[in-house]
């Protein structure tokens, strides 16, 4: 069982940045690789970054590519999501999850074991 905690969102100003963190735990947590995920309102829930499974790789979606940056602690246990350059469309809430690691398929939800509840990001001009 992994246990994910989202924080740090909130209202900023275009232009402005941001940066979530996830708190992972459990005893299994070595075996999965973290991504970040997000869903504005009334849309699908879209890949936002992830991490390859070996953790050396990062994988960004084209729009936030040059201004986001995924990354993570020294114990590994907290992975952060880096937002500068804010832009109104990123307005979403924000959800960190865990797949394991031996799926390669980053950009899939349906990877994914474990999310967290979700952080609201909300971009204003």
């Known amino acids: 069982q992994v246990q994910l905690q989202e924080s740090g969102g909130g209202l900023v100003q275009a232009g402005g940045s941001l940066r979530l963190s996830c708190a992972a735990s459990g005893r299994t947590f070595s075996s999965y690789a973290m991504g970040w995920f997000r869903q504005a309102p009334g849309k699908e829930r879209e890949f936002v970054a992830a991490?390859?499974?070996?953790?050396?790789?990062?994988y960004y979606t084209d729009s936030v590519k040059g201004r986001f940056t995924i990354s993570r602690s020294n114990t590994k246990d907290t992975v952060y999501l880096q937002m500068n350059s804010l832009k109104l469309e990123d307005t979403a809430v924000y959800y960190c999850?865990?797949?394991?690691?031996?799926?390669?398929?980053?950009?899939?939800?349906?990877?994914?074991?474990?999310w967290g509840q979700g952080t609201q990001v909300t971009v204003s001009s």
């Open positions: 999850a865990a797949r394991p690691v031996k799926n390669i398929l980053y950009g899939l939800g349906s990877s994914y074991d474990y």
């Open positions: 991490f390859s499974r070996g953790g050396g790789i990062t």
